[in-house]
Nanobody
């Protein structure tokens, strides 16, 4: 079983920055893609940014140029640097990772979610 632990969320003023971190732990043979999603009340969970094991990144149009996803494979950790935040970025952010255990089973795991609130 793989556990994802998030940190870094909170309250920030418009134009400010936050950095989210998500560390994977457990019986892990290999971690593949890692990603950040966000979900507003009553809406679907949408992809914010994703990064593959080789470093290829993908971003939602709404965050391109403002957010940067990165990973530290040695620490099994993914980061989301969020700059120029706006109130529209207010959401619950979720970490996601694909991991394979030593038995060859593949897991798609979610973090617990962390609230990001951007004030005007």
């Amino acid at each position: 079983q793989v556990q994802l632990v998030e940190s870094g969320g909170g309250l920030v003023q418009a134009g400010g920055s936050l950095r989210l971190s998500c560390a994977a732990s457990g019986s892990i043979f290999r971690i593949g893609a890692m990603a950040w999603y966000r979900q507003a009340p009553g809406k679907q969970r949408d992809l914010v940014a994703a990064i593959t094991s080789d470093g290829t990144t993908n971003y939602a149009d709404s965050v391109k140029g403002r957010f940067t996803i990165s990973r530290d494979n040695a620490k099994n950790t993914v980061y989301l640097q969020m700059n120029s935040l706006t109130p529209e970025d207010t959401d619950v952010y979720y970490c996601n990772a694909m991991a394979r255990d030593y038995s060859g089973r593949v897991f798609i795991n979610w973090g617990q979610g962390t609230q990001v609130t951007v004030s005007s």
